[in-house]
């Protein structure tokens, strides 16, 4: 279920569009959740399905846990993401995509000293946040 790729261009800006529909990565630290420590959950920003819930997500001023500068993850809800090897830049990655749009979100990678093995780095672009109590 692949989306109209004209009809996105509309709806996203040049960035989310790039990042969600071209693999792009934003810039670190300047992007609008990395930091975000409000309890709520994140959805994709494309289609708008749930992916993960804030007490999932890690602490952005812990430095143990490798790359840092975009909103992280220990875990997804179950089933909303899929995993895509990722040869690209001649590095092996795991690609995490929206299981229902396919939108790009990020990458899964290897902790280095965190409490879990592994964990998602996301674009925050291609994240929609909504709090608690909004």
């Known amino acids: 279920n692949m989306l109209d790729k004209e009809k ?8 989310e569009f790039h ?6 990565t934003e810039i670190p630290f300047e992007n609008k959740y990395w930091n975000n420590s409000e309890k709520g959950s994140y959805g994709c920003r494309v289609c708008g399905q749930k992916l993960f819930e804030s007490d999932n997500k890690l602490d ?3 430095i143990n846990w490798g790359l840092q500068g975009w909103p992280a993850f220990e875990k997804a809800i179950p089933g909303s ?3 895509v090897e990722d040869k690209s830049y001649g590095l092996d990655r795991t690609e995490a995509v ?3 749009c ?6 899964y990678f290897e902790n280095a000293e965190a409490d879990s093995d592994m964990h998602f780095c996301v674009n925050s672009c291609s994240l929609d946040f909504k709090g608690e109590n909004k």
């Open 8 to 15: 996105l261009k509309q709806q996203l800006s040049e960035e």
């Open 19 to 24: 990042v969600t529909q071209e693999k792009g």
């Open 60 to 62: 952005p001023t812990n």
């Open 81 to 83: 993401i899929n995993f």
């Open 98 to 100: 929206c299981s229902q």
């Open 102 to 107: 396919g939108a790009h979100l990020g990458h």
